[in-house]
């Protein structure tokens, strides 16, 4: 079973958690990964228990290998931009919604992504 870890984390992180000591393992508010939805706190936690076991981590969630790389990769991506400080892209947070559907090929993803990169660097 999943277990939900983001309302752990928000609690432990406004200080609900009175566990002696915890304070010391407590995340600060301002943790970039408490800026990730929760969704994908719990892949990270998920693919940490699978000591970074990608297909484990698929037989985890019962989904294909190339589906929890989808997922795993769209995090990554997540990360990446509130790293540096960007609001994600909804049109590629929507290809990567159809990707992990299996409504659009991965092949497909890339070549629109390819082309939302291509004419964003013509607008700026």
Avoid: C, F
């Amino acid at each position: 079973m999943i277990r939900n870890v983001a309302s752990t984390i928000s609690k432990q992180a406004s200080g609900g958690d009175s566990e002696p000591g915890a304070s010391a393992r407590r995340p600060t508010t301002d943790h970039p990964l408490l800026l990730l939805p929760s969704e994908d706190l719990d892949l990270i936690v998920q693919l940490v228990l699978a000591s970074g076991s990608l297909k484990d981590l698929a037989s985890t969630y019962d989904v294909s290998y190339p589906t929890i790389r989808a997922r795993l990769d769209r995090t990554i991506a997540r990360l990446k931009e509130v790293l540096a400080g960007r609001a994600p892209d909804p049109v590629i947070e929507l290809v990567a919604d159809l990707v992990e559907r299996g409504e659009l090929s991965s092949g497909g993803a890339r070549a629109l992504r390819d082309l939302v990169r291509r004419r964003n660097r013509t607008n700026a």
